[in-house]
């Protein structure tokens, strides 16, 4: 047996396992939000995050319900080949108070999450040599035989953040939306994109390969590949004050996924600073010799032409 196939074979139970943890999580909020003490919550509502709960079937005004399914959503909501990013995933950023015990519950997950994550790298390891394509063509099909063809990685391997220990107070502030250009050249793009289809198999990467060939001298050092954070974080932060008052930080972390904060026995969380639903619109300015074209010139790779003004 190679060594593909030995690691292939480890899939199985530690998705089982993963998907029992999220579901023992789930239950656990869903006991908190239906308990007869309420349990203080702080849920942020931007347009992605009701999008979120929409997919889920779920409302803001049941916060543990809707918090327990996203954390046990670990599959994507529309066949894969239904279109759009596959990369995206579910976020409703914010906080939870939490008994000791549903902390438990949410370290067995992350500890779940975590061989998870560890064995489909070792499997990908395993399969370096074959192309890109096939690789993923690859554990998509052990995933489907494991029982989860629709296994959304990034939801499977994203940990909940959480505060264990209390702290005395929490902060709250967005980090906006961001953008990175590079440069690249058209040797890169084709060598990418014929990783993406090393068959030639595929219409759609082949006609950018058309393209790419057909780009004219003049317009070869315009190829630019732009890299979007689509959506702002909610960055949080606990604050620990010191025997001499001062103030301690530690970064907890972005918030895609409500914070779970142990609870004080009146079920409250920790003073914690109130922030708007998304973050304050603000203008930058644009080079006057630098533009991007708004639609993509190889959309596989996101890469786009400059423009010159």
């Excluded at 199985?12 to 579901?23: F, K, M, R, V």
């Excluded at 309420?38 to 049941?62: C, G, I, K, M, V």
């Excluded at 440069?183 to 950018?208: M, R, S």
């Excluded at 604050?239 to 972390?253: L, N, R």
Aim: aromatic share 6%; net charge neutral; glycine share 4%.
């Amino acid at each position: 047996m190679n060594d593909y196939q030995t690691q292939a074979k480890a899939i199985p139970p530690l998705l089982e396992n993963l998907h029992g943890a999220a579901q023992t999580l789930r239950e656990s909020l869903e006991l908190l939000q239906n308990a007869e003490k309420p349990w203080q919550h702080y849920l942020l509502q931007p347009p992605f995050a009701q999008d979120a709960a929409l997919s889920l079937n779920q409302t803001f005004e049941r916060p543990y319900s809707l918090s327990g399914a996203l954390y046990s959503q670990l599959d994507y909501l529309e066949p894969i080949s239904a279109g759009g990013d596959a990369r995206a995933t579910l976020q409703v950023p914010g906080l939870l108070a939490v008994p000791a015990k549903t902390l438990g519950c949410a370290q067995q997950l992350n500890h779940h999450k975590e061989r998870f994550a560890e064995a489909i790298a070792e499997l990908r390891s395993a399969l370096a040599e074959r192309p890109v394509a096939e690789q993923d063509r690859t554990v998509r099909e052990i995933l489907a035989d494991a029982g989860y063809p629709r296994a959304h990685l990034r939801q499977c391997y994203r940990l909940v953040l959480m505060c264990p220990k209390r702290p005395d107070a929490l902060t709250l502030s967005w980090i906006k939306a961001r953008k990175s250009i590079r440069k690249v050249t058209v040797k890169w793009c084709e060598k990418k994109l014929v990783q993406l289809d090393p068959q030639g198999a595929d219409p759609g990467i082949q006609y950018q390969r058309q393209l790419l060939a057909g780009l004219h001298k003049s317009q070869q050092e315009d190829l630019r590949q732009v890299q979007i954070q689509s959506r702002p974080n909610l960055q949080v932060a606990e604050i620990f004050y010191g025997q001499d008052e001062e103030e301690e930080y530690h970064q907890v972390g972005y918030s895609s996924m409500p914070v779970l904060v142990e609870a004080n026995e009146a079920g409250q969380l920790p003073e914690f600073t109130r922030v708007d639903h998304q973050p304050s619109l603000s203008r930058r300015r644009q080079r006057r010799d630098l533009a991007i074209a708004n639609e993509p010139f190889l959309p596989a790779l996101r890469v786009f032409l400059r423009q010159q003004r």
